[in-house]
């Protein structure tokens, strides 16, 4: 998408309609920082995942990832889930240690 | 414990070991077996573990393990489907959770279709696939070894998971995605050039009856998709491992093994897929029955898709004659007897 196109705009009126939503709906009433939290960490360790290729900037995005997919399931009400924080932390946690291999050429 | 996802995790363990057995060389054995045994212990705690978010972390896990094997494409590439899988699963839960309208829960519902859509690779998320990529490291591992489990395991927390209104949406999104692969795999099988790429495309076409199936809410639809996944494990994925063997070698024959192995990837009467057929196409006149009539005109294309493939296998000659005969023997049994493997998942 290069900037100025046609997908680029509809994109960006599109994330702006759902910035908009976000904030009439889901930014208000009880516990909305932890939803607030989870839709942003989500979203934007997502478009981070889609939008570069440099493997640092990768595993830090996928270990938010795993942290923004635990805080979730707080959403879910009842006692917290103590398995899946530490499973999330240990993924996080080795997503920042494991060394990246790169492509074999041919 | 859920019945279905442990079969299919179970029927993945022996779709390994049919791999790893007539996999080409010794060194190739081994890669094979320590990477598919990582695969499979992920697969087993996504099957086992008691919420959907502790099997969406243990995804994310075996996605990041996945796109750090050596391969021929970038880290990159590999890992990006299987994360964006995870985050459009997450967003669906989340969705799914927030209290609000119940668009939202429509939102949860579109979210889990395109999450289990980008991490089995079908339309429309087809992972990219680079033929000389090792089988360990291939793009093929999402559509034949850890998808059935996963798709399996979304199914039925879905179920727990969103409201009735919202369920009837999840099973119609299945049934037209299933659809849509079912057309796209079965004429890229068919029309492409490339021999890989159209294995490729037939296990996407297989996926399209196993979506549709698990999207009709009866009984039959449900054990037709069950039994449809169990010819992607146990028949068309060794024989791809197989037809892998066969490449570097010789070039495609037409003997009768050749015909016989087309038949049981084109799901023909007595073969595994046949029973599938069946049971997709009686559950489909139970909902609507134009549907089955979309399917029953669908299914004929694996006939020429599926010849190709077969003459693909050249002459199987030593072990993967015997792996051709192993997997011809399972897919007849299953045919004409799948009870057992219908029993063994709930139905």
Redesign the interface.
């Known amino acids: 998408m290069p900037a100025g196109s046609t997908p680029r705009l509809i994109l960006c009126i599109a994330s702006a309609f759902l910035a908009w939503w976000i904030a009439a709906?889901?930014t208000t009433?009880s516990g909305a920082a932890l939803?607030f939290t989870?839709?942003t960490a989500?979203?934007l360790?997502?478009a981070r995942?889609?939008s570069?290729?440099?493997?640092p900037a990768?595993m830090t995005?996928?270990a938010a990832?795993?942290l923004?997919?635990?805080a979730?399931?707080a959403?879910?009400?009842g006692s917290p889930?103590l398995?899946?924080y530490v499973?999330?932390a240990i993924?996080a946690a080795?997503?920042a240690w494991?060394p990246?291999?790169?492509?074999?050429?041919? | 414990m859920p019945a279905e996802p442990v079969e299919l995790a179970v029927l993945a363990a022996a779709s390994l070991a049919l791999a790893v057995t007539f996999s080409v060389t010794r060194s190739r054995r081994v890669e094979l077996l320590i990477r598919g045994g990582a695969g499979l212990g992920g697969l087993a705690a996504i099957a086992l573990v008691p919420?959907l978010?502790?099997a969406?972390?243990?995804l994310?896990?075996l996605g990041?393990l996945f796109a750090?094997?050596?391969?021929?494409?970038?880290?990159?590439l590999r890992?990006?489907a299987p994360?964006?899988a995870?985050?459009?699963l997450?967003?669906a839960?989340?969705f799914a959770?927030?209290?609000?309208p119940e668009v939202l829960q429509r939102f949860a519902a579109v979210g889990l279709v395109a999450g289990m859509a980008a991490a089995v690779g079908v339309l429309p998320y087809i992972h990219q696939l680079d033929p000389?990529e090792s089988l360990g490291s291939s793009p093929v591992v999402w559509l034949a070894f850890v998808g059935p489990v996963l798709a399996s395991v979304l199914v039925l927390r879905a179920q727990q998971l969103l409201s009735p209104d919202a369920g009837e949406a999840f099973g119609g999104m299945l049934i037209g995605l299933g659809l849509l692969n079912l057309l796209w795999g079965g004429v890229g099988a068919w029309k492409t050039k490339d021999v890989p790429a159209a294995w490729r495309y037939s296990f996407i076409a297989d996926w399209g009856l196993a979506l549709a199936g698990f999207g009709l809410t009866v009984s039959d639809g449900r054990g037709g998709a069950l039994l449809m996944l169990f010819a992607v494990l146990l028949c068309r994925f060794p024989l791809y491992v197989i037809s892998r063997v066969a490449a570097g070698e010789s070039t495609a024959t037409e003997r009768p093994i050749n015909l016989v192995v087309a038949a049981a990837l084109a799901g023909s009467a007595p073969f595994a897929g046949f029973a599938a057929r069946v049971l997709l196409l009686r559950g489909a006149t139970q909902v609507f029955w134009p549907l089955a009539l979309v399917l029953a005109v669908g299914m004929l294309l694996w006939l020429p898709g599926s010849l190709r493939l077969g003459r693909s296998l050249g002459r199987p000659r030593g072990r993967q004659a015997l792996g051709v005969a192993l997997v011809i023997a399972i897919n007849l049994a299953a045919g004409v007897y799948p009870l057992p493997i219908l029993s063994a998942g709930g139905f």
């Open positions: 709906a889901v009433g939803r989870v839709l989500i979203g360790s997502g995942i889609l570069t290729d440099d493997p990768l995005s996928v990832l795993a923004g997919a635990a979730g399931g959403l879910a009400g889930d398995a899946l499973a999330a993924v080795g997503a494991l990246v291999r790169f492509a074999r050429a041919g | 919420t978010d502790i969406l972390v243990v994310l896990a990041l750090n094997t050596q391969g021929t494409s970038s880290f990159a890992v990006r994360m964006v995870v985050a459009l997450a967003l839960l989340a959770r927030f209290e609000g000389d």
